[in-house]
């Protein structure tokens, strides 16, 4: 049975669970991040496209009225006039278009601008030529009249109309004018666009603002619970540095004589239960107090991390290898028969025999091994360590280096 502390220490709940934190409040906060002001815009587009589409309706159907109810009545009548120059004489009112004009600028306030224009321009008036965009909304209304256009490039979304020829009034006008660009006029024929331009610049901004705003949020509540991760993080492995310190050797890492006890009476509770054998395997090394003597305690340790690192490489991954104090050593062999047992003690022995090198320094050790073995020898966990001493002295004084069994006899 093999322990590593860092091992022990990274499956704490911070560490396993830290980085899908993270992983998932970044993801929510660049998903929304990029959502929000995306969900915004769409909503802002569509909204300012029913909007505008509303607002030219009512310019269309406000036209409408005015000119059959005003301008058509105005006709009859010789002292009053209808011109774009309306504003400095009482008797002249302001032509259909030129009263659209004059309530759009009511609407630029608001964010919305109107315009209305045509390729069919009077005689007499300034002929500028459409632009590309404009050109491409009148190309696509012309063919499709029942259609509205509607486009977002940047910050302003813009919708368009078929102004249609849609009362005899107009029509009478413009095939009767001198300077009208074309005198064979009929309904439903399209004269020019009628389009709104409307900024959402506002609700764009909002957008943003929300977004960050929520992602501040939830960087805020990332790092509290990164903090109350970290406190029980640090609460844990403080649990399990004592756990390891109460249990561990502090200088070879390997169990302690108190935890190789738990784990020797657990082992033995197992032994009727499951008709296997236990073994005890219990090592002293010869000569080492010789070694502190004439190389010093620095050697000796190094000695003693070499000890247990061998240790653990001529054993199983299931045996549990301590240092019970000082240069003594033990081993719990579980599920084990006396050949096995016996191959075990000569791989222990053999690697041990291996000289040492430190710094120059050249060590030659060597370990005497005692066995004892449950239930052969006995089921109690005092009595078996005791047993095991005493067929390591028997080993001791066969000549060192070796190893014995435990035998009644002894």
Not at 34 to 44: D, E, L, M, V
Request: glycine residues 4%; aromatic residues 10%; charged residues 20%.
């Amino acid at each position: 049975m093999r322990t590593n502390l860092n091992y022990m220490v990274s499956q704490t709940i911070f560490k396993r669970y830290s980085i899908l934190v993270l992983v998932l409040f970044t993801t929510v906060i660049v998903g929304l991040t990029a959502y929000i002001p995306k969900t915004i815009r769409n909503y802002s587009e569509q909204l300012a496209i029913t909007r505008g589409t509303d607002t030219l309706k009512q310019f269309s159907i406000l036209r409408h009225y005015y000119t059959d109810n005003v301008i058509n009545k105005l006709i009859a009548h010789d002292e009053f006039t209808i011109s774009h120059n309306h504003k400095n004489n009482r008797n002249t009112f302001p032509l259909p278009i030129t009263m659209i004009k004059d309530l759009s600028k009511q609407y630029e306030a608001l964010g919305i601008k109107i315009n209305l224009y045509s390729p069919f321009r009077f005689k007499d008036r300034v002929n500028t030529p459409l632009d590309s965009q404009q050109q491409n909304i009148w190309d696509q209304l012309n063919h499709q009249p029942n259609t509205v256009f509607s486009n977002a490039r940047g910050d302003t979304v813009s919708v368009a109309l078929p102004d249609l020829m849609i009362s005899p009034t107009c029509i009478k006008c413009h095939n009767s004018h001198p300077l009208s660009p074309k005198n064979n006029w009929q309904l439903g024929d399209v004269r020019g666009v009628f389009q709104v331009d409307i900024d959402i610049s506002d609700q764009i901004n909002k957008g943003f603002i929300l977004s960050y705003s929520i992602a501040f949020v939830l960087v805020i509540l990332l790092l509290i619970v990164f903090t109350f991760m970290l406190m029980i993080f640090r609460k844990q492995e403080i649990e399990v540095m004592n756990f390891f310190n109460a249990t561990h050797d502090p200088l070879t890492k390997l169990y302690n004589r108190l935890f190789f006890f738990e784990r020797l009476e657990l082992a033995l509770n197992q032994v009727d239960r499951n008709e296997n054998r236990v073994a005890i395997a219990f090592i002293d090394l010869d000569g080492f107090k010789t070694i502190n003597d004439t190389h010093g305690h620095d050697v000796g340790d190094k000695t003693l991390l070499e000890v247990a690192q061998r240790l653990q490489s001529a054993t199983r991954e299931v045996d549990t290898v301590a240092r019970l104090g000082g240069d003594e050593f033990a081993v719990l062999l579980d599920s084990v028969d006396e050949d096995n047992l016996a191959s075990t003690a000569e791989r222990i022995r053999d690697f041990m025999s291996s000289p040492f090198e430190y710094n120059e320094v050249t060590i030659n050790i060597s370990c005497s091994i005692g066995l004892a073995v449950a239930p052969d020898n006995s089921c109690d966990n005092s009595t078996l360590m005791r047993m095991a001493d005493k067929a390591m002295y028997q080993a001791k004084m066969a000549g060192k280096n070796t190893y014995r069994f435990y035998t009644t006899e002894q």
